[in-house]
């Protein structure tokens, strides 16, 4: 089964994160699954339902990686975790936030107002 075996036999990637970034990634990854697997309970005959299988399946291939620290980044793999970062620096408007604070920083910096 997909979700029990990440390394599928493929290239394996080692994991590097540390247990906060963990158990955040895990907790985002379980959501994202759960809400993948409503899809398909809540609108079996969408014409996005094969997609969603493939998401939710995908989803816990990553869970999984997580939980064994390496992976094959697989298409599919690739292609959640990309969105998934590019929607959360949407709303959480990083590109706003890293402006603010590098405006910021150069400010404190040349008026030696320090850290």
């Not at 969408?46 to 980044?73: F, K, M």
Request: hydrophobic residues 35%; contains cysteine; aromatic residues 4%.
């Amino acid at each position: 089964m997909a979700d029990s075996d990440p390394t599928g036999g493929g290239e394996a990637v080692a994991l590097a994160v540390s247990d906060r970034q963990r158990r955040y990634l895990r907790g985002a990854l379980t959501d994202c699954k759960a809400g993948r697997e409503d899809d398909l309970q809540t609108h079996p005959d969408h014409p996005n339902a094969s997609r969603w299988r493939t998401d939710s399946a995908a989803y816990g291939r990553l869970i999984a990686g997580l939980d064994q620290g390496e992976i094959v980044p697989d298409a599919d793999v690739r292609r959640l975790a990309r969105e998934l970062a590019e929607a959360s620096d949407h709303e959480e408007e990083y590109e706003r936030v890293v402006f603010e604070h590098d405006a910021l920083a150069a400010l404190r910096e040349q008026i030696g107002a320090g850290r």
